[in-house]
């Protein structure tokens, strides 16, 4: 694969990676199918409402501390950066900063600016950004209405780049351009590789990038690599303009979150000789031992990485074993981002948990590096198969299928989704920081998470009672995929044979 840095926009992950939003199957199907990158989409003949792209470019841009987003959008549009806000407040109170809000401006196009053009609104948002936040840059989302009427951002852009001391960052996000909000990560990440990062002057040998969220677990993995002398920078959210134009000075590139981390890490590698590692994700031991065993070949520290191992694990093996004999026995579903499905089954089963079902939002059938992801890879070559599907957020597939496995435990990464299977009465952990099950500790940290959550269901159980669903006992009765019909292709074939 390539990043190409040459035009204005990412390639969006359906013509990229063939990435796939609909799919009913098991894991090593989702591996082979990969592996020949012949996997296509289902499409569904209804769907629920899900995310945008444009909200994933906006959630990463608008938390680079000294930065300004402006978006060109309708106001509705910037409503994703009231919750951006929300973790703008968490990560500064995780770090003990003062409390400030997000420095971000919407353009609000009306039906005015969609018929005769917004570029007059757009100039002075621009210009309000810059009087009203002095930032070191502006970036500037654009949206379906921009796209749509064929707004050029970036000609815009260049006019102001006289008046407007400070780099102006066009960041293509349209949520009509592709069926993944995941799109919008690699939108963001091809902003600033493309017009904030700048060659390395210098190398740090002991300076490694750690792209993630927003950090908040991050004192764990400062303890873990400073035992290898090496200090990590948390990207990109919290960081400033600055520090962003000198990631190409580390000596390597790790990630939390292969759908997260993938085009940034990948763009820092081709084009700025960063090496990206690449792994198992660090959640769970044998993740973490993936994670720092190929940043150990990478660096030359390979003696060191097996001490640190063998040390770290050690100290958890007597907690590990008790709590895998708490939770033998217990079933789960995983709803979550792929890179976290696929991880989390594996952690689950790392404690004894049986993985009933995986659900991932959607499938990337390879990485920006051009191979299947590790994890799929890693859980397709254990005796046991695991039924995945790729949902997409929809809610009333997952309601369906918790109805049919009445599972003990639900984990997700969604918040909207945790809502729905706690009203079915079912125990459920939100996984909302990254770093729940980061390395050792934090194995065991989620273990007694999942053990504390399954041994009180007394809320869940007391929500069930009140509530009634708006899915009626005929939807629920149907096969979860009803409405997920076959990719077009095969669709293609059949009709002919008809005929």
Known sequence: ??????????????????????????????????????????????????????????????????????????????????????????????????????????????????????????????????????????????????????????????????????????????????????????????????????????????????????????????????????????????????????????????????????YLASGLEEHFGVPYIKSLQPHGIAGVNSWLRELGKVLGREEDVEKLIAEETAAVAPELAELREKLQGKRVVIGMGPSFAQNYARVLQELAVEVAWTASWHFDQRHDYGEVPAAVLDLAEKKKDIPACVSELQVHEINNLLTKLKPDLFVCRHPGMAIWSAKLGIPTIFINDEYQSFGYNGLISFGNRVADTLANPTFVNYLASKIKLPYTNWWLEQDAFKFLGEAPQKKQKLTKAVV
């Open 1 to 262: 694969m390539s990043i190409n840095l040459n035009t204005p926009e990412a390639q969006i992950r359906e013509n990229r990676l063939s990435s796939i939003t609909g799919y009913k199957g098991s894991i090593k199907d989702l591996a082979t199918q990969a592996g020949g990158c012949s996997l296509k989409s289902g499409e569904r003949g209804f769907t629920q409402t899900t995310a945008c792209s444009l909200g994933c470019a906006q959630g990463q841009l608008v938390l680079v501390k000294d930065a300004a987003v402006v978006g060109h959008s309708a106001i509705g549009c910037g409503s994703d950066t009231i919750q951006a806000n929300i973790n703008n407040r968490r990560g500064q109170f995780s770090r003990e900063w003062e409390h400030t809000n997000i420095n971000y401006i919407n353009t609000n196009m009306t039906e005015e600016a969609t018929v005769f053009g917004g570029a007059a609104k757009l100039r002075e948002g621009i210009r309000e950004a810059y009087r009203r936040f002095n930032p070191k840059a502006i970036f500037v989302t654009t949206s379906c209405v921009s796209g749509i009427i064929g707004e050029d951002v970036t000609g815009i852009l260049e006019g102001l780049a006289e008046e407007i001391p400070v780099p102006l960052v066009p960041v293509h996000c349209e949520g009509f351009r592709s069926k993944l909000w995941a799109s919008g990560f690699d939108a963001a990440f091809h902003a600033i590789l493309t017009y904030i990062v700048k060659p390395a002057e210098k190398k740090d040998p002991n300076l490694v990038n750690i792209i993630n969220f927003s950090g908040i677990g991050r004192k764990e993995v400062i303890r873990l690599l400073g035992r290898l002398g090496l200090v990590p920078q948390f990207l990109v959210q919290f960081t400033t303009v600055a520090q962003l134009e000198k990631i190409s000075e580390a000596a390597a590139t790790l990630s939390f979150c292969g759908t997260l981390g993938s």
